[in-house]
C-alpha cells in the first residue's frame, strides 16, 4: 500500500499527448499505442506525429513520402504511383527509388530518378529531362522508368520486358515550394 503522507509520491501519469496532427493522443486505461507510418503530407521537418483525434493511438510519420508497387507481364507498363499535386502552384523536385525484380532468370533492374515538376494548381508540366541512374541485368536492359506528367499528377510510370513478368516497388521523397 502506498502512503501519500509520506515517502515517496507516485508518478504523475499523463493523461493527453498533443500532437502535430488529429491532436490529442489519450490513453485508455494507461494505454497508448505508439505505432510507425508515412505519409504524402507535405513537412520541411520529414516527420510528424498523430494523435487520431482523442482515440489511443499516436502515430511517428515519416512525410513527403510515396510508395507503391506493380507487375508488368511483357513489355507492358504499369503505374506504380499516381501522386496529385494538388490546388497550390508551385514546384516539387522528386527522388525516386524503383526496384524491379522477375524470378525467371533470376534478374533485377533499379533506378533513382531525380526530377521537377511544377503545377498551376490545375495542370502538371516535367521540368527539363529527369536524372536517371541505371543498374541492371542484361536481361532487364529493355525496362524503364518515368516520371509522367498528366492532368495534375506525377505519375511513376515502369515499363517491363517482352517474356518477363516484373514485380516492382518505389519509395519516393519530395520537397515542394509555392
Known sequence: MINTSSGP???????SYVTDVNSPAIPAANVLNVFGNDTTANSNNGIQTDGSSGSNTLTV????RLQGTGTTVGATTADLVTFSLGATPGAYNFELK????TTTGPAATGFTILGTMRTSG??????????ETVIEDISMLASDVDMVASGNNL???????AGLTIDWNVVATYVFIS
Do not use: C, E
Not at 98 to 101: E, H, L, Q, R
Not at 122 to 131: H, K, Q, S, Y
Open 155 to 161: 505519375i511513376i510510370r515502369s515499363t517491363g520486358v
Open 122 to 131: 490545375a495542370a502538371a508540366t516535367l521540368v527539363g529531362t529527369p536524372d
Open 98 to 101: 524503383i526496384v524491379g525484380y
Open 9 to 15: 509520491v507516485p508518478p504523475t501519469v499523463a493523461t
Open 61 to 64: 510519420q515519416l512525410t513527403n
